[in-house]
C-alpha cells in the first residue's frame, strides 16, 4: 500500500505498513555475529550479506584476517620441530661422563622452508655426554684358575673322595690383571686394554660363571661322572669370517653319523632381488623353498682332558646339530624422495613451494655385524622447497581484490567539483592490500547538461474550472564564467512557463511542482478532473532542439491527500527526476476515483 500525505510544500510517497517502515530492504540490522553485515531482505528478514572488511568467511562464521604484509616484504622464517641428534663421541682429551666431554650433530627438524628473506637455523655440533661403559668386557679366558684353592664341580657336585666322583668339571676363575694376556685385545699396553673392558673396575674380582676346566684322576674306585667340561665347552663349524656355516640340512645329519664323508653343502645365501615384491617387501617364505631355506648348524665338542674311550663310554657325543637359516644379503635401509607436487601458492605476494614426500624406496633386508637390518621409525615424511618456485601474484592483483564493478544508475554518479563521475567498487583484499577499492572514472552517463540555451515548463492539472492549482520549476546551472546561479521559483501559477539564458549554460539542477489550493480539492474528486495532471519540463539548446523531458504524470483516479508534490534532480545528464522530501515526514495515499 502507498500513502500520499502533504506536509508542508511536499508530497511523500512510503512503501509498506508502519510496522515495517524500519525494515526497508538493504538496510543495516543487527545480527548475532559482531564481524558480519547483517541487511532486511525482501520479506523484512534480517540476513546475513558479507563479512565485515578486515573479516572473512570460515566455516559459516566471519573471522580476522592474517596480516601477511610484513611477511611478504620481509620474508618468512622456516618453522622447525625439534632436532635430530647423532651419535654423541669423544671429543680429543675427553672422558665419558664428563659434562661436555663428547660432541654430537644436531639437525633441525624443518616443516616448512623459509621463503623470500626468512632464515632458518643450520645444522651445529651441540655439547653432550659419553656415557661410560656398564658391562664388563673382560673375556672368560682371561680369568684365572685358582688351582687346587677353588673346588672342581660337575653340575654342582664336588669331585673327588668325599662324593666318590672323579673326571672333567668346572672351577671358578678370579681376574687377575698381571695374567691378562693381550694377544687377540687389539691393544698393547695393558691399562689401556683395562680402561676399555673394566673401566671404573666393574668386572667382579671372583665369578662363579667364569669357570675354567678341571680334572679329577678317576682312581682309587672313583666313578667317572661323564663327559664333564665338554658340554659347556662347544664351537660351531665356521666360515673363513667366523660365523656358524648354515648347512643342508640332510647333508649336515648324514656328515656327522658318517655317512657323507665330505663336509656337507652351505646353503646359498639369498638375494633381495630374487624374493622383493612389486610393493619393494620381501617374501622370503613364499618364493625359497624350504631346503633353501632351513639348514643346520654342526657344533662339535673335543677336551683333551678327556680320551676318546671316556667320551665314547659315557655317551658323549662328538657331533650335534642345530637348526638355522640360510644366510641373506645385508641390504640397508633406503628413505628418499617419493612424490614432489608441483609448485603452490603460499599466498599473495609469495614464493610458491613444492610438497615432498619421503618414504622408504629400499627394505632393509638380512643383517648387518649380527643385527638384523631396519628402517628408522621417526624419519621425516613431508618437506617442502621454494626453489624453482615463481612468486604469487601481488596482494592487490585482480585475483585477490576482484574485478572493478561499476555501481549502476542514480546512485554510481558522484559530483567532482564541476562534473559527476561513474563510481566503481571491487571485493578489495583485506588488509593484505593496501589500495583504495574505490575509484571514480569520467562517464559520459553521468554529466550534467551542457549547452542549455531554454527550459520550458508545460504543466497541466486537468482540473476542471473553477479548481485553483499553480505550477512551479527551479533551476540551478552553471554560466560560461563558471559561476554557479540559482533561480528560485519560476512560475508559480497555471500556465507555461519559460528561462531562456543570454548564453548558453550547464544544467546541475531541476526541480518541478504543482499544488492544489485545498485538501478537498484533487484530479479526482470533487471536481470530476477530465485529464491527467502533468508535470512537464523540457529542455533545449541554442539551437531549439529538445535535448531532454523530465515527466511526472498523475492519472485520473489518483488521490491526493494533501495539496502538493514536488519532483528534482540534481544529476540531470544521466537521471529523471525523482520525489522531493524536504526533511518533513511524507504520507501519501493512492486510491481508485471517488464515486
Given amino acids: 500500500m502507498v500513502t500520499i500525505l502533504a506536509i508542508g510544500s511536499g508530497w511523500y510517497i512510503l512503501n509498506g505498513d508502519d510496522d515495517k517502515k524500519d525494515k526497508k530492504k538493504g538496510s543495516e540490522c543487527p545480527g548475532p555475529d559482531v564481524n558480519a553485515v547483517y541487511q532486511y531482505d525482501d520479506d523484512g528478514n534480517c540476513v546475513r550479506v558479507s563479512c565485515k572488511t578486515g573479516y572473512w568467511d570460515e566455516g559459516g562464521f566471519c573471522i580476522e584476517r592474517r596480516d ?5 616484504y620481509e620474508g618468512t622464517d622456516c618453522v622447525i620441530d625439534g632436532y635430530t641428534r647423532g651419535a654423541c663421541e669423544l671429543k680429543i682429551n675427553g672422558s665419558c661422563g664428563e659434562v661436555g666431554g663428547g660432541s654430537q650433530l644436531r639437525e633441525p627438524n624443518i616443516t616448512a622452508y623459509e621463503i623470500g628473506s626468512g632464515t632458518c637455523q643450520a645444522a651445529d655440533y651441540v655439547d653432550c655426554v659419553v656415557p661410560c661403559p656398564d658391562t664388563c668386557k673382560v673375556t672368560d679366558d682371561k680369568y684365572t684358575a685358582r688351582g687346587d684353592q677353588i673346588a672342581c664341580k660337575k653340575d654342582d657336585i664336588e669331585l673327588g673322595v668325599e662324593s666318590g666322583y672323579c673326571g672333567s668339571g668346572t672351577q671358578a ?67 673363513e669370517y667366523g660365523n656358524a656355516v648354515c648347512f643342508d640340512k640332510e647333508e649336515a645329519t648324514a656328515y656327522i653319523s658318517g655317512n657323507l664323508t665330505r663336509k656337507p653343502a652351505r646353503l646359498p645365501v639369498i638375494l633381495a632381488a630374487d624374493v622383493r615384491k612389486e610393493d619393494g617387501t620381501y617374501d622370503v617364505d613364499g618364493i625359497v623353498a624350504e631346503s633353501l631355506r632351513k639348514g643346520s ?40 624422495e617419493t612424490n614432489r607436487s608441483e609448485c603452490q601458492s603460499t599466498g599473495c605476494g609469495r614464493q610458491g613451494a613444492e610438497t615432498v614426500s619421503y618414504g622408504i624406496t629400499t627394505h632393509p633386508f638380512g643383517s648387518t655385524g649380527g643385527s638384523t637390518n631396519t628402517c628408522p621409525v621417526d624419519y621425516i615424511t613431508t618437506g617442502y ?5 615463481g612468486m604469487a601474484a601481488s596482494c592487490c592483483d585482480e ?85 554557479t546561479h540559482y533561480t528560485g521559483k519560476l512560475g508559480e501559477q497555471t500556465g507555461a512557463h519559460q528561462k ?5 549554460v550547464t544544467l546541475t539542477h531541476i526541480q518541478g511542482g504543482l499544488w492544489i489550493n485545498s485538501h478537498t480539492q484533487s484530479w479526482a474528486h470533487p471536481n470530476n478532473p477530465t485529464a491527467d495532471a502533468v508535470l512537464d519540463v523540457k529542455v533545449y539548446d541554442e539551437d ?29 545528464g544521466s537521471e529523471d527526476w525523482h520525489e522531493w522530501a524536504n526533511g518533513d515526514p511524507v504520507y501519501l495515499q493512492w486510491r481508485a476515483a471517488a464515486d
Fill in 399 to 483: 585475483t585477490y581484490v576482484g574485478p572493478w564493478v561499476k555501481t549502476d544508475g542514480y546512485k554510481g554518479c558522484v559530483a567532482d567539483g564541476s562534473t559527476l563521475k561513474r563510481e566503481s567498487t571491487r571485493q578489495g583484499n583485506g588488509d593484505l592490500c593496501s589500495a583504495d577499492d574505490v575509484k571514480y572514472e569520467d562517464d559520459d552517463n553521468c554529466n550534467y547538461i551542457e549547452g542549455v540555451k531554454k527550459v520550458v515548463y508545460e504543466g497541466t492539472d486537468g482540473n476542471p474550472e473553477g479548481a485553483f492549482s499553480q505550477h512551479y520549476m527551479l533551476l540551478n546551472y552553471i554560466d560560461s564564467g563558471g559561476t
Fill in 500 to 504: 531562456t539564458f543570454n548564453t548558453p
Fill in 297 to 336: 648348524r654342526i657344533l662339535y665338542r673335543s677336551d683333551n682332558l678327556l680320551s676318546f674311550d671316556s667320551m665314547v663310554k659315557n655317551d658323549c657325543t662328538v657331533y650335534s646339530t642345530e637348526p638355522c637359516d640360510a644366510p641373506r644379503e645385508s641390504v640397508a635401509c633406503a628413505i628418499s
Fill in 385 to 389: 622447497e621454494t626453489y624453482g618456485c
Fill in 173 to 239: 676363575r678370579y681376574l687377575n690383571e698381571n695374567n691378562i694376556d693381550l694377544e687377540g685385545t687389539g691393544y698393547t699396553v695393558l691399562q689401556d686394554y683395562l680402561d676399555w673392558a673394566n673401566p671404573n673396575n666393574i668386572c667382579a674380582t671372583d665369578k662363579e660363571v667364569v669357570t675354567g676346566v678341571c680334572k679329577i684322576d678317576c682312581t682309587g674306585g672313583l666313578t667317572d661322572i661323564g663327559c664333564g667340561i665338554i658340554q659347556e665347552e662347544q664351537a660351531y663349524i665356521q666360515d
Fill in 68 to 72: 601477511f604484509s610484513e611477511e611478504q
Fill in 544 to 572: 531549439d532542439i529538445l535535448l531532454k523531458t523530465f515527466r511526472k504524470v498523475y492519472p485520473v483516479g489518483e488521490y491526493i491527500w494533501g495539496y502538493s508534490g514536488h519532483y528534482l534532480t540534481d544529476k540531470p
